[in-house]
């Protein structure tokens, strides 16, 4: 036999999954020598044998199944015969940075470890709360850089006991070269704590469980950070941690046992429930069972009333005994015999709830009932992830702290996501060719926050970047993107940077992620605002390092993120219609923009369109007081007539007068063109919400609420007229007839359901304009206003029947944590970086 030895370099997600291991299986499969190792040019294979093995070796690594894997690149040179080899090893790590090797997300347990965990046999990993194997578990939380050794991750001061040695040391073994195998014998301690007095009690575990479900609060240890963990079923307990965090009205994320409790208080598919259980284990928006929540509240909402009020009623729902007349048979869940409601206070208002399954050896131990599991964080605060942190800032909202001492490397908030209805006439969201290359994902899948299982796993690029370019993001949602080569790390969310906390929280993770990918940007891009603290960032980077700094004005670069990820340039004649819906952005007259219609292509990106402009009184103050909206847009449709039968609602008369007298003398000082706020003044208008605790609020419930309209209720007009060849949506025939069904007593829910409607009929029509006058073949649905999935539905059923195609976001969020990747995009798209 005539032997034939070949080097092959591997780039790509090769490290922290199993891949040598792997890489050595199939050595030995096809009775080849020689060895596999990791340096600074990737994972290096050199293999030694017949020419026959050696091509179906390296036919067959790509097809390795191991999860999170994925191969840029393959590169085979042929080497000298090296005689007398007779054996396949596996090589220690060399030094130096890896630039082409990334670095693997956090993953959920696997099936595998779950057997081990419950295994009474095992006595190293049977209830061991840190179980995992190449497969599963920790990485980007606890990998400190690259290349992936023990010594580099945070279970560096946890030497292996002799039977994880021999499992790392053993080619058949699953946790063969795992850097960070451990076992009940060597590996961290759990431990459970009270908050005030740090007194620690015994079997943590036991107490855990026994301690939720008397009610009290909880903060845990979980992969990125901590959560904040209460009986979900209990209305007291869930109260009680609304008030002592300040968070009266925003939802809670809640944590079920497993796929089958779910579906006693939601509508889950079978897409849904894969989601649920994949790897990444995303927060997933689901449909409730409304009788689950003791919800069936309809119609106009309770009196509005002022800041720091409440409309969600204090309900406490008795303890169903079995026999008894429930609601609904499927919406209860048995515990210890009972059969209990979901509290009330867990998502008001709202017909969706977050929803995530354990993806942790220690949730799967202590879960065993509806949890909420909300991120441990103060107001305006990212989530903690230090235990000293914990201990000093949470020791007067949590009661007990459940906790090991395992190091987070730094801080990943859950992912947040939804699947796209299937109802639609118009098919489910078209395959990403860029997202999918070598990757996973699910064809409905479209991520509202891509954290946790997600990152930092990169993106591919349609060329490759001349600079390395970084990209800073908005202000809300935020998260930053490292471009490089041809691919593009888009990083975790870091929440709102209002705060100096989530200021310093954001430095830390661009940092880290620089550190990890031996990063040293040459072009720097951030948001036209001049007064995010994301721009000033942005700017004093650039001034720092004199390299060059591209302003993307923020609607521009929701376009350009939705372009990138779908490649929807990738054909040289492409022309489309982006629609960019959000709250706010500084639009580059100087006016607050936010419903922007946008043609793109190769050359340019042109603003075709636009809500008309209205007062926008109070600035920020009109985003918490949506009755401001209201006041302007009332204003601007009927001009100086008294509208006395809206002046006598729980905002004080006084209140409402004085907003009145501001819009009427001009003095609000800005205008807005945002679809958002439009949102916020038909819910004012419509539903009596006119304060709001949270981002989002009053058009979140004014979709619930036309969730439950009369399917064959029309639509409100919203008309477009041209203006100096834009296309203006004007809104006075639509606050007109919100007026007129008000004084007919039309149902509020029939009523928000024509706004949802009209706006979607006011997008078709946007549409057709466009690709009779532009040309443009499809549209693209981006900004937050699009996490709205009413109006996505109506948005896919209506251009569906006028044969445009229709794109959306999927991996990268369609809010503003997708800004930076459209930041990337467009120093990408018009070869900015070439300059």
């Keep these: ?25 199939l050595a030995l499969k096809h009775h080849l020598t020689g060895c596999v190792s990791n340096d600074s040019r990737g994972v290096v294979i050199e293999v030694q044998g017949s020419r026959e093995n050696l091509d179906a070796f390296a036919d067959l690594l790509p097809a390795m199944q191991l999860n999170k894997m994925k191969i840029d690149s393959l590169d085979r040179q042929q080497m000298p015969v090296v005689q007398g080899d007779s054996q396949f090893t596996i090589e220690k790590t060399n030094a130096g940075v890896n630039a082409q090797t990334f670095m693997p997300p956090d993953m959920g347990v696997c099936p595998q470890c779950l057997r081990d965990l419950n295994d009474r046999k095992d006595k190293r990993h049977h209830g061991y709360f840190l179980t995992a194997c190449t497969q599963c578990g920790p990485r980007f939380s606890v990998i400190r850089k690259l290349p992936y050794r023990r010594s580099d991750t945070t279970m560096g001061p946890f030497p292996m006991c002799p039977a994880c040695s021999q499992e790392y040391e053993k080619p058949v073994s699953r946790r063969f070269n795992f ?33 939720l ?27 009680g941690l609304r008030d002592r965090k300040h968070r009266p009205d925003k939802p809670f994320a809640v944590m079920f046992r497993d796929s089958e409790m779910l579906r006693q208080y939601a509508e889950v598919s079978e897409e849904e429930a894969e989601v649920l259980a994949s790897l990444e284990s995303p927060i997933l928006l689901v449909k409730k069972i409304p009788p689950a929540f003791g919800e069936a509240r309809q119609g106009r909402l309770n009196p509005p009333l002022l800041k720091g009020e409440t409309t969600t009623a204090e309900i406490s729902f008795p303890t169903l005994k079995k026999g008894g007349r429930p609601p609904s048979e499927a919406s209860l869940v048995k515990d210890g015999g009972d059969l209990k409601l979901l509290s009330n206070a867990v998502a008001p208002g709202q017909a969706t709830i977050g929803a995530m399954l354990p993806y942790t050896p220690l949730q799967v131990l202590f879960v065993d009932r509806p949890l909420v599991m909300t991120s441990a964080n103060l107001s305006g605060q990212p989530m903690f992830y230090r235990d000293a942190d914990v201990r000093e800032c949470l020791k007067n909202v949590v009661d007990y702290v459940l906790y090991h001492d395992r190091e987070i490397v730094t801080n990943v908030d859950d992912s947040v996501g939804r699947v796209a209805s299937s109802q639609s006439n118009t098919k489910k969201i078209p395959p990403s060719p860029p997202l999918l290359k070598g990757g996973t994902a699910h064809l409905g899948l479209q991520l509202l926050r891509r954290s946790r299982g997600y990152v930092p796993e990169a993106l591919a690029l349609p060329r490759i970047f001349q600079r390395k370019t970084l990209c800073f993001g908005a202000q809300q949602k935020n998260t930053f993107c490292l471009g490089f080569g041809d691919k593009a790390v888009l990083s975790q969310h870091n929440g709102d940077l209002d705060t100096l906390e989530s200021q310093e929280a954001f430095d830390r993770a661009l940092r880290h992620l ?95 369109g636009h809500l008309e ?78 304060t ?41 025939e639509l606050f007109g007839g919100i007026l007129k ?83 990337l995009g467009y120093v990408l798209m018009y070869g900015l970086d070439k300059r």
């Excluded at 007194?199 to 301690?211: D, T, V």
């Excluded at 402009?613 to 109070?618: A, E, I, L, N, T």
């Excluded at 989002?696 to 007009?717: H, I, K, V, W, Y």
């Design 514 to 608: 620089m550190q990890v990918f031996s990063f040293h940007p040459e072009m720097i891009a951030g948001d036209m605002h001049p007064e995010y603290a994301s721009s000033r960032f942005a700017r004093h980077m650039a001034e720092a390092l004199e390299i060059p700094l591209i302003e993307v004005q923020h609607h521009e670069a929701h376009v350009m993120a939705g372009v990138l990820e779908q490649n929807l340039l990738r054909e040289p004649k492409a022309k489309l219609l982006g629609v960019a819906f959000d709250g706010t952005g500084y639009g580059r007259d100087e006016t607050i923009w936010g419903g922007e219609l946008f043609v793109v292509d190769h050359k340019a990106i042109e603003r075709v």
């Design 179 to 211: 850097e960070t195998n451990t076992c009940a014998v060597c590996g961290p301690e759990v431990k459970l704590v009270d908050s005030r007095t740090g007194k620690a009690l015994p079997h943590p575990i036991e107490a855990a469980r026994k301690l």
């Design 692 to 732: 709001v605790s949270y981002e989002g609020q009053a058009a979140m419930e004014f979709e619930t609420l036309a969730l439950s309209g009369n399917p064959r209720t029309g639509a409100l007009p919203i008309a477009i007229r041209m203006d100096s060849g834009k296309m203006v949506f004007t809104t006075t």
């Design 741 to 823: 069904r008000l004084s007919n007593q039309v149902r509020a829910e029939d009523i928000a359901l024509a706004f949802h409607k009209g706006v979607a009929e006011a997008i078709t029509a946007a549409a057709l304009i466009a690709r009779e006058q532009h040309g443009t073949q499809g549209v693209l649905l981006t900004g937050g206003v699009f996490q709205n999935g009413l109006l996505c539905e109506l948005v896919r059923h209506r251009l569906g029947k006028a044969k445009v195609p229709v794109y959306e976001h999927r991996l990268v969020p369609m809010n503003d944590g997708g800004i930076a990747f459209g930041q």
């Design 1 to 25: 036999m005539t032997l034939h030895r070949e080097q092959i370099i591997i780039n790509g997600i090769v490290q922290g999954i199993g891949f040598r291991p792997a890489v050595y299986a």
């Design 213 to 239: 479900a008397e009610g009290k609060i909880l903060a845990v240890k979980g992969v990125g950070g901590y959560h904040i963990a209460v009986d979900a079923c209990n209305q007291e307990a869930v109260q």
């Design 613 to 690: 402009r209205v007062q926008m009184p109070g600035g920020e103050y009109a985003i918490r007081e949506p009755y401001r909206m209201m006041l302007s847009y009332l204003w601007h449709t009927f001009g100086d007539q008294r509208i006395d039968s809206f002046f006598h609602s729980g905002v004080h008369n006084q209140v409402f007068e004085g907003v009145w007298e501001m819009i009427k003398g001009g003095r609000s000082g800005i205008e807005t063109s945002s679809m958002g706020r439009l949102f916020d003044a038909a819910s004012a208008l419509v539903t009596g919400r006119h």
